[in-house]
């Protein structure tokens, strides 16, 4: 109530907005994307604006005598705070990437999970092949296959007659989106299948058709993207590769658009709703099902539908998750578990009453994975992070910091616990800033680790052994 007092007397709110803009920014431009940071130069800028005219008008006044330096040094402010609050519009603003030591880690307790690491990848080299070969080194194969050879094997994820989920972030361009190098790495990974490629791949992600970079929700062929080539997007690079039956789907365009099963006889798109509330999380469950240009069905709770024996093959579908990691102004930190948050609609759930993106801080993640589909594969984007607590998910590129960093996982708690802890903490204690919204240990109620808990015992509950204790997590770095 006082705050909006003080907007209503302009010129104190706005000289004091002026006042904090520019102490807050000080020597450090990179501040001026903070969403506090925009808001105060926006409420700056208007007020030099509106105060700076009558000055300039009183000068040629006989009524008022105001010496030149005044006009000079309000007109200073104003260009400062306006050229300030365009600094994020550079779009060619390049930093030095940061050199964070990774150490290898060896769990003391029995069927750990294990994390792979792979440091000094841009996306675009060899990054995604190294990871592959870092896993087989220790017995893990990517490649699904009957035959045990290099990098394949019966205990791999991926085989040659697979259909392919790649989720990742649309929601967001610049630096807020998924890496589009390390996606196209993936899929040509993938289509390398060392027994021929036979399948499908969908890149696919729903932006909830609101916020997000243009205020309208997601896109995957958004003009400034996170790669090397900034024109590169998501869309651009399933075109690349579309005789190898590789598409694209935005799932904003049917988020709101409730349909049935394809076995239940309804073969339109759109999204299953699950009307039961799931009472540990207060969660609505939803999730897409859909038909890909090459008229593949697929439903992401129950897999690839096969018309012919009207049921579908469960085991077909596998999904690779990969979140561009980065902190979250509501949430902490958006890793493999808050990415799940491009899966259901938004919007249908809202209508119900249960909006799930307000349930994410009780553990709705976990529940949409355990009643839907855990990924087959987490592949955190550690590339470009956004390590400015509170400040994501929109991460202009002069907010991101190059770490050159990507890791893998089949466990998305302990890979959120991992990342969060030693990436984006690391980052916030090298600048000094406070890493409580970041840190997976800090388990205040509404807090990261509180919630990434909670997500965990419900997918604990569904009978996946996934951790956040150091003691049973094992990570290779390379």
């Known amino acids: 109530m006082k705050l909006r007092r003080l907007?209503?007397?302009?010129?104190?709110?706005?000289?004091?907005c002026l006042v904090w803009y520019l102490l807050r920014t000080g020597t450090k431009p990179s501040r001026a994307v903070y969403p506090c940071?925009?808001?105060?130069?926006?409420?700056?800028?208007?007020?030099?604006?509106?105060?700076?005219?009558?000055?300039?008008?009183?000068?040629?006044?006989?009524?008022?005598?105001?010496?030149?330096?005044?006009?000079?040094?309000?007109?200073?402010?104003?260009?400062g705070a306006y050229g300030y609050m365009n600094l994020n519009n550079t779009d060619d603003y390049e930093m030095s990437p940061v050199n964070l030591n990774l150490e290898p880690a060896t769990a003391?307790?029995?069927?750990?999970?294990?994390?792979?690491?792979?440091?000094?990848?841009?996306?675009?080299?060899?990054?995604?092949?190294r990871?592959?070969?870092?896993?087989?080194?220790?017995d893990q194969p990517f490649y699904l296959s009957s035959?045990?050879?290099?990098?394949?094997?019966?205990t791999g994820f991926i085989g040659k007659n697979d259909v392919v989920l790649i989720k990742v972030n649309s929601q967001w361009d610049?630096?807020?989106g998924t890496n589009s190098d390390l996606v196209k790495s993936i899929v040509e990974a993938i289509i390398n299948h060392p027994d021929g490629w036979r399948g499908e791949i969908v890149i696919a992600d729903n932006g909830q058709a609101q916020y997000g970079g243009a205020g309208r929700g997601g896109s995957l062929d958004w003009m400034k993207n996170n790669a090397q080539n900034q024109s590169q997007s998501i869309q651009d690079v399933a075109d690349m590769y579309a005789e190898y039956r590789v598409s694209a789907y935005l799932w904003d365009t049917i988020t709101s658009n409730v349909v049935q099963e394809f076995a239940e006889g309804d073969s339109e798109d759109g999204y299953v709703v699950q009307t039961s509330v799931i009472p540990s999380t207060g969660t609505i469950v939803s999730y897409p099902k859909f038909t890909t240009v090459y008229d593949t069905q697929i439903s992401f709770k129950y897999g690839v539908y096969k018309p012919e024996i009207e049921d579908y093959d469960i085991d077909r579908l596998k999904v690779i998750n990969v979140p561009v990691l980065k902190t979250h102004m509501i949430y902490g930190v958006t890793g493999a578990v808050k990415h799940y948050m491009g899966v259901p609609?938004?919007?249908?759930?809202?209508?119900?009453?249960?909006?799930?993106?307000?349930?994410?801080?009780?553990?709705?993640?976990?529940?949409?994975?355990?009643?839907?589909?855990?990924?087959?594969?987490?592949?955190?984007?550690?590339?470009?992070?956004?390590?400015?607590?509170?400040?994501?998910?929109?991460?202009?590129?002069?907010?991101?910091?190059?770490?050159?960093?990507i890791a893998a996982s089949t466990d998305p708690v302990a890979i959120d616990y991992w990342a969060?802890?030693?990436?984006?903490?690391?980052?916030?204690?090298?600048?000094?800033?406070?890493?409580?919204?970041?840190?997976?240990?800090?388990t205040d109620e509404g807090e990261f680790g509180d919630w990434l808990r909670l997500s965990m015992n419900e997918l604990n509950a569904a009978g996946h052994d996934f951790t956040v204790d150091p003691v049973k997590i094992t990570v290779y770095v390379k």
Request: charged content about 20%; glycine content about 8%; overall charge negative.
């Open 108 to 129: 003391t307790e029995p069927d750990p999970s294990v994390i792979y690491a792979i440091t000094g990848t841009n996306g675009a080299d060899d990054g995604v092949n």
């Open 420 to 442: 969060s802890k030693q990436i984006l903490c690391k980052i916030c204690e090298e600048n000094r800033d406070n890493t409580s919204t970041l840190d997976p240990d800090n």
């Open 174 to 176: 610049e630096r807020g």
């Open 345 to 405: 609609s938004d919007k249908l759930s809202a209508g119900l009453g249960y909006r799930i993106h307000g349930a994410v801080g009780q553990g709705a993640m976990g529940t949409l994975m355990a009643q839907t589909r855990v990924p087959t594969l987490n592949i955190v984007d550690a590339i470009y992070v956004n390590a400015l607590p509170k400040d994501g998910p929109s991460t202009p590129y002069m907010s991101a910091t190059q770490t050159n960093i």
């Open 7 to 16: 907007r209503d007397h302009f010129f104190i709110y706005g000289f004091l």
């Open 131 to 138: 990871l592959i070969d870092l896993m087989d080194e220790h």
């Open 37 to 79: 940071q925009q808001s105060a130069g926006f409420v700056a800028h208007l007020w030099t604006l509106t105060y700076a005219a009558p000055v300039l008008a009183a000068v040629e006044s006989d009524r008022f005598r105001i010496h030149w330096k005044t006009v000079v040094l309000v007109l200073l402010i104003g260009v």
């Open 147 to 154: 035959n045990e050879d290099e990098t394949q094997g019966p």
